[in-house]
């Protein structure tokens, strides 16, 4: 089983949708992040959150927004999807304790019509 | 607005040949300078990471060398392979904060 899960794989939606994205991870880490790729604009920082409580914006935050239910979900929001939201998200972790090394889940395709 | 800036955005080597990917940066409190790996359909794998204490790293046929004076890091592929086919991402963190990834380079190794 992956580590890292993200859910669903893929998704279809239309403009003005609320849209979640979901991920849980059985690593036991305590950092997780949502990154969205795009062809030529690399990965970018959505939101990330260093424990519960504590949740902080990244480069790309504006359309989004997170909830980390527990230390091993945190989902991905799209509060009215619009399409140049249309990426590749990914959903990852990784420990304080440890060497800063990121675990990627698998990806959702999102796709705003 | 990219804090890490990464060339080429596509290379085509023959095998055997050594890919030279560059990356560039301009905060100085960067600290930690990884390099991760992607196949389709996957998530980024950490491949190698540098701290700028040392100028070189291998592992493999990786190595990263690191210029701290040109803040330049870059990454070369020691007798590639068709294997290591795939889109290969810089990035760089001060320990405080996420990592910022650079734009990507998407390597081809031909038979």
């Known amino acids: 089983d992956a580590d890292v899960t993200q859910t669903p794989r893929n998704r279809i939606t239309k403009t003005g949708k609320r849209i979640m994205l979901e991920c849980s991870q059985t690593k036991g880490h305590d950092r997780m992040y949502w990154y969205r790729q795009d062809p030529g604009l690399g990965l970018r920082l959505i939101y990330y959150?260093?424990?519960?409580?504590?949740?902080n914006k990244g480069e790309i935050s504006d359309g989004y927004s997170v909830s980390r239910q527990a230390q091993a979900k945190f989902s991905l929001s799209l509060e009215s999807a619009i399409p140049n939201q249309t990426a590749l998200y990914f959903c990852?972790?990784?420990?304080?304790?440890?060497?800063?090394?990121?675990?990627f889940g698998s990806g959702t395709q999102l796709s705003v019509l | 607005q990219q804090q890490v800036k990464q060339s080429p955005q596509s290379l085509i080597v023959q095998k055997g040949g050594i890919p030279i990917i560059n990356c560039a940066y301009e905060n100085t409190a960067f600290d930690y300078f990884p390099w991760y790996q992607q196949f389709p359909g996957k998530g980024p794998a950490l491949l190698i990471a540098i701290r700028p204490d040392v100028s070189e790293k291998k592992e493999g046929r990786f190595t990263i060398s690191f210029n701290k004076s040109a803040k330049q890091f870059s990454l070369h592929i020691m007798d590639s392979q068709p294997g290591d086919s795939a889109t290969y991402f810089c990035?760089?963190?001060?320990?405080?904060?996420?990592?910022?990834f650079g734009s990507g380079t998407r390597l081809q190794v031909q038979p």
């Open positions: 990852a972790t990784s420990s304080s304790r440890g060497d800063e090394k990121l675990f």
């Open positions: 990035a760089a963190d001060t320990g405080r904060r996420a990592l910022t």
């Open positions: 959150s260093f424990d519960v409580k504590d949740i």
